[in-house]
């Protein structure tokens, strides 16, 4: 669908750098047109030097608000004026939004879009049923970490090289999170409910984290955030292991949703298949 934008039109857009490879534009820009709605979504890489002042001249209500991607979004949430809990406990926003009065709301929609996508793709999985394994102490890895937490899950366990990076997302997050090196992780995975690659490891068809998913209970889902290739060498492995798969494309897909509500007023046209759209965009076959 074709429409014009207008003087009036509302805007909004995506922000990291770099931000050349984001898929965001095309996602919220789908919706815009099967919606028909006078607005448009632009990707936007300021210099990391000067991310403050490029949210600062935001202010008062110049554009609906942006997402937030690597590597501004600890810094997000430190311009804004006030935050959702989800993104104060992920110590994160990939959301802001500009308010007419000069103030920047923070929000967290990583965290909907994780469990959101292990909803849509695992459906019989029991967050409050058995511990949490998650590969990575990033951003990303303490954004899960926390909505796994508000979602009642009994104990998260963040496994990396770097124990110190590990412990500091438990020390922030609480006694129910424990840091662990790669040593710890066999005996992490033998009563995981639920493991979630959080690292880059896979990215364009590389090799996943190096955890043997075998010895995983029988009934343990696999998510992998990356989701270039789709079926990731991780989730592979997990397959031939005989264990649950969610992939990283239905977290991007269904992070968005909050985000284009709140920019838009509305929610995404339910007609456009946005996930067909990323599919061929990436050059995968619809699944």
């Known amino acids: 669908m074709i429409f014009k934008i ?25 919706w815009l047109a099967g919606a028909g709605i006078d607005g448009a979504y632009v990707p936007m890489g300021p210099a990391e030097d000067r991310f403050e002042a490029f949210v600062n001249g935001f202010r008062g209500g110049v554009i609906q608000g942006l997402n937030v991607t690597i590597p501004f979004k600890e810094r997000a949430l430190a311009c804004a004026d006030e935050a959702s809990d989800l993104a104060r406990l992920a110590g994160a926003a990939n959301l802001l939004r500009f ?52 979602a009642g899950a009994p104990r998260v366990g963040i496994v990396n090289r ?41 990215l364009g068809g590389g090799d996943g984290p190096p ?22 060498e991780f989730l592979q492995r997990a397959e031939a292991a005989g264990r649950s798969t969610v992939d990283g494309l239905e977290m991007l897909l269904l992070q968005a949703v909050p985000s284009f509500e709140a920019f838009f007023g509305q929610a995404p ?10 599919l061929a965009h990436l050059g995968e076959a619809a699944k």
């Open 6 to 30: 207008t003087g009036q039109a509302l805007v909004a857009g995506v922000c990291g750098q770099p931000i050349v490879h984001s898929m965001s534009p095309l996602l919220h820009n789908a």
């Open 99 to 150: 308010r007419e009065d000069g103030t920047i709301f923070a929000d967290n929609t990583d965290g909907p879009g994780l469990l959101g996508a292990i909803a849509a793709q695992a459906p019989d999985f029991d967050v409050t049923a058995a511990p949490v394994v998650i590969l990575g102490a990033g951003g990303a890895a303490r954004g899960a970490a926390a909505a796994l937490l508000l």
């Open 162 to 202: 770097t124990v110190s990076k590990a412990q500091a997302i438990a020390d922030a997050l609480g006694d129910r999170v424990t840091a662990a090196g790669e040593a710890d992780l066999p005996a992490l995975l033998a009563e995981a409910g639920l493991v979630i690659n959080a690292t880059s490891l896979g």
């Open 211 to 232: 955890a043997n998913l075998t010895l995983t209970p029988q009934g343990c889902v696999v998510m992998d955030m990356v989701y270039k290739p789709l079926r990731t």
């Open 269 to 278: 046209p339910a007609d456009v298949d946005v996930r067909a759209v990323a």
